[in-house]
């Protein structure tokens, strides 16, 4: 939901001509980490910063982290038999997510992730949680139970997730690459401080015009099984044992256009990439007003996109111009 992946190409462009590789760059929200990865492909030393915990587990694994991977002999024991008897997986999630099997191996997984460190812990645990997003139909964890009307047939369901796993810890290894530091921060954006960046690319929630945009809501398994549910308070009322909502000014139409006006004050000295869906709240001239406000210069660029996050195929809803709003 909301990946940047196949948008890489327009912000590659867009940040080599706002500024000179080898600066600093935050990417405000970083989600899947894609965009971070990228600006530490063209030279940039980058902070991600996302108000949820799974996306800086796998910022450190993938972006922070230049080269530590997992030995043979670390994805065996991580696979082997149990280092004690804890059970959360199978009795929280019995029926709602996976099989026995697929959660027996995530409690046994995590008893020897949990004597790990360091980067190696943190590509473990991004490993994880990509293996869970793969496995689940529609990788979010919104649908639960019977969900033999979403088999597509495709190669992800299939797969166990102890095989997922293996195939995802390769997956990480092949991407490492070298370059500037980089760091990762979890929090609200306001704490992130305003000064100090060479380039500022913000992708905040999209406030859509129907439903809503709570990625706890459908992420919600992916950022408990990052820290194996410690300290989470799990709505036990709730079919999918959803972790509460976290509630921000981007969380409602009410709110929107105040936050995007702080956004862009907050990060006013630094060139500003925002990307952000045409079918969305606020508008593109509404977003364009009020960054003209505070930068002054602004570049509209529109791309034709089709998100992978919909109802069905012909969801017309999956079909946008996704605007990145460019201001030196």
């Known amino acids: 939901m909301g990946s940047k992946h196949r948008l890489l190409p327009h912000l590659a462009q867009a940040f080599a001509d706002l500024a000179p590789a080898g600066g600093h760059a935050l990417d405000a929200f970083s989600g899947s980490g894609v965009v971070s990865y990228l600006l530490k492909h063209q030279g940039f030393g980058v902070r991600a910063n996302d108000y949820l915990g799974f996306p800086g587990v796998v910022a450190s694994a993938g972006v922070v982290n230049d080269d530590v991977r997992l030995t043979e002999e670390d994805v065996a024991r991580i696979c082997s038999p149990a280092l004690d008897d804890r059970d959360f997986c199978r009795r929280t999630f019995d029926g709602v997510f996976f099989t026995p099997e697929d959660l027996a191996f995530l409690d046994s997984a995590w008893s020897h992730v949990a004597t790990m460190s360091g980067h190696a812990r943190s590509v473990a645990i991004a490993a994880l949680c990509l293996a869970a997003a793969r496995r689940q139909p529609r990788g979010v964890f919104t649908i639960s139970g019977d969900l033999s009307r979403y088999d597509d047939g495709r190669r992800d369901l299939r797969l166990s997730l102890r095989e997922h796993f293996v195939e995802r810890v390769a997956d990480y290894h092949r991407a490492l690459v070298g370059g500037a530091a980089c760091s990762v921060s979890t929090g609200e954006v306001g704490e992130v401080e305003r000064d100090g960046w060479d380039l500022v690319y ?6 859509p015009v129907s439903d809503d945009n709570d990625y706890t809501k459908r992420f919600h398994f992916l950022e408990g099984l990052s820290r194996y549910w410690e300290g989470d308070q799990i709505m036990w009322d709730t079919r999918t044992r959803k972790l509460p909502k976290r509630v921000t000014k981007f969380s409602s139409r009410r709110t929107i256009e105040a936050a995007f006006g702080e956004l862009f004050e907050q990060f006013s000295d630094a060139p500003l990439v925002l990307s952000y869906s045409s079918h969305a709240l606020p508008d593109r001239a509404t977003l364009e007003g009020l960054l003209r406000e505070v930068k002054g210069e602004v570049e509209v ?10 109802t069905h195929r012909t969801a017309v809803r999956r079909r946008v111009d996704e605007l990145l709003l460019i201001a030196p």
């Open 202 to 207: 913000l992708d905040p929630p999209y406030a």
């Open 301 to 310: 660029r529109a791309v034709p996109h089709t998100y992978s996050y919909g």
